[in-house]
């Protein structure tokens, strides 16, 4: 009788992946380890990744004067692309850098506070409209949150886009204001939120008369409703143009 041999099969498929040394770490790794190098016969770095990376971040700290000063030169040089390469890196890691700016803030609140006062004033000098406008809407969110108001998203964006739905007239007389306020539809003292579906512009006047009516109520919350998705279609819109323009800019 014949007898038919197979051969053994390797223990697992790892067994089978060609592998590499690392001259760095002199540990033998699997090519995937390796970063891709042009160069080299085999096609691949002679470091594995993780010593790369380790060395690059040796050289990053052994020359981080000189890679400074070369930041400084580009960001002069080319200051568009820097403001753009700027704002895409925020959008990207915006958690990232406000922990990085809280902990800054946090050990020179002093010096934090001047720069925060200048640049108030020079914006207010540039722009007193626009600057009154942030400023209430900010005094508004201070309001809601201490009297812990059931909901606080509304952002200055989503105020600044509900303004320009209304062409800055005020949602009750129609009467174009240079300065329009915040009405909460359901009150503070109704245990109203602070969003946008329960916020009319309305100038100083309109405001102060129509205070906490139940009667209106129905119909002003269907109102706000409908501007809410206006508005954050505006918002979504205005978010994706300058996101395009900011990758155009980097390009």
């Known amino acids: 009788m014949a007898v038919l041999y197979s051969t053994p099969e390797p223990e697992s498929l790892e067994d089978t992946d060609p592998k590499k040394r690392c001259t760095m770490c002199r540990e033998e790794r699997d090519v995937r380890c390796f970063y891709k190098h042009k160069e080299k016969k085999d096609g ?28 400084r030169r580009w960001r002069k040089e080319r200051p568009e692309n820097a403001r753009a390469s700027t704002r895409k890196y925020g959008k990207t890691h915006r958690e990232q850098g406000l922990a990085r700016t809280r902990r800054w803030r946090a050990k020179n609140v002093e010096h934090a506070a001047v720069l925060s006062r200048r640049s108030q004033l020079a914006w207010k000098k540039k722009a007193p409209q626009a600057f009154a406008a942030y400023y209430a809407a900010s005094k508004q ?38 300065c329009l ?31 906490a009516n139940k009667f209106i109520i129905p119909h002003l919350l269907a109102t706000a409703n409908g501007k809410a998705r206006e508005v954050r279609a505006f918002v979504l819109r205005s978010a994706d143009s300058e996101e395009r323009n900011c990758d155009d800019s980097a390009c």
């Open 44 to 71: 691949l770095s002679s470091y594995c990744k993780a010593c790369a990376k380790a060395r690059c971040r040796a050289w990053r700290q052994k020359n981080a004067e000189y890679l400074l000063q070369k930041n």
């Open 181 to 211: 306020t915040q009405d909460h539809v359901v009150s503070f003292l109704q245990k109203g939120p602070h969003t946008l579906t329960n916020i009319l512009p309305a100038c100083r006047s309109c405001n102060s008369k129509k205070g």
């Open 141 to 178: 969110r201070y309001r809601a949150r201490k009297i812990t108001a059931p909901v606080v998203d509304f952002t200055t964006t989503e105020w600044k886009f509900l303004r320009e739905l209304y062409d800055h007239c005020c949602a009750y007389c129609g009467k174009p204001q240079a």
